[in-house]
Structure formats: C-alpha cells, structure tokens
C-alpha cells in the first residue's frame, strides 16, 4: 500500500512561517502530483497548493505570494513553505499524492493530516 506522512505542522504566531513536508512509501512507480490540502470542522476540505510533475503548480487565492510548494520526484516528497501566516490559516492540511502503480493504476492518497494553528 502507497502510505504517506506529514510533518511539519505546529503552533505559530501570525505572521510567522512554517514549512510542511510530505514523504510517500510503499510501491509508487509514478508520482504524478503532490499537493496540500487544509480543512476545519464544518467545512469542506479545499486546495491549498499543488504541483505536477511537470512543474505546473496551482495556488489557493488566498496562498498566492505566501505559500510555496516544491516536489522532489526522485525521493517522492513534497513541501510546502508557508510565510506570513494569518490565524485564518490555522487547519487540518492534508498531504495528496496521485500515484501510479502497476497493480492499480493511478490512485489519489491522502496521509493522516497535520495540524496548523497560528495564533493572534
């Protein structure tokens, strides 16, 4: 099974940083593309950054000019430097990877989540 791990996460005061990382496992032959995602209770779960192999990235409103995603292919992580943190980013954010196997195909993996929380 593809199993995926965050780190990172923590207690920040706004207009702090902090700079989450995200490592797959288990049998990936593709890595197709890596991103955050963030939730809190109530809400639906929303994109926060994401990045392609290629190298396209795609941006929340709301983390353009702030937040910046890098992905590694070769060892099969993905960061996410966030500067300038604002309490409305504190959330659950969720590590996703779609990743291509040669016994199912591309499949999308969610790890378990980190939590955010930036203080006034």
């Known amino acids: 099974q593809v199993q995926l791990a965050e780190s990172g996460g923590g207690l920040v005061q706004s207009g702090g940083s902090l700079r989450l990382a995200c490592a797959t496992s288990?049998?990936?032959?593709?890595?197709?593309?890596m991103g955050w995602y963030r939730q809190v209770p109530g809400k639906d779960r929303e994109l926060v950054a994401n990045?392609?192999?290629?190298?396209?990235?795609k941006y929340a409103d709301s983390a353009k000019g702030r937040f910046s995603i890098s992905m590694d292919n070769t060892k099969r992580t993905v960061s996410l430097q966030m500067n300038s943190l604002r309490p409305e980013d504190t959330a659950d954010y969720y590590c996703?990877?779609?990743?291509?196997?040669?016994?199912?195909?591309?499949?999308?993996?969610w790890g378990q989540g980190t939590q955010v929380s930036v203080s006034s």
């Open positions: 288990g049998d990936v032959d593709v890595v197709n593309s």
């Open positions: 996703t990877a779609n990743v291509y196997t040669s016994s199912l195909g591309s499949v999308p993996y």
């Open positions: 990045m392609e192999k290629s190298g396209s990235t």
